[in-house]
């Protein structure tokens, strides 16, 4: 299965402590699930490590080195700028639709509130928690 993570469930998953931390111990590096990021949201996790959680830039660059081994990347689709409300979740959607997606997982209440995109389920982190364990 075949799943896109958004950057604050990443930075939740790496910098926190929790759901979003199992949710990534769960999937990196799993056979049954595939997670599909591209450069945009390795870029927005990048620069929201350090601006958000002040981590430090040689942490920064292993968690993203790291992160390139376990998922596979795409290039987001373009789409038009009235797909959703806040222009820079279009990047990540497009992102969702290259992949060939099953799902989206977030936690930002603009792309939770489509409940899908052009067939792409988006799901928060507990609604597909509770799917693979």
């Avoid at 977030?106 to 389920?121: I, Q, Y």
Wanted: proline share 8%; with cysteine.
């Amino acid at each position: 299965m075949k799943i896109v993570l958004d950057t604050n469930v990443l930075l939740s998953g790496i910098f926190g402590r929790g759901l979003c931390e199992s949710l990534l111990d769960a999937v990196l590096g799993s056979e049954k699930w595939t997670v599909v990021l591209s450069e945009h949201i390795l870029r927005e996790f990048a620069d929201h490590a350090a601006d958000k959680f002040g981590a430090p830039p040689d942490e920064i660059r292993q968690t993203v080195a790291f992160l390139r081994t376990q998922v596979q990347l795409v290039e987001p689709l373009p789409l038009p700028p009235n797909s959703c409300r806040d222009a820079d979740d279009l990047p990540v959607l497009g992102t969702a639709l290259a992949a060939g997606a099953d799902c989206l997982i977030t936690g930002d209440k603009d792309l939770l509130d489509l409940r899908e995109f052009r067939g792409v389920p988006i799901l928060p982190p507990r609604a597909i928690f509770g799917r693979i364990e």
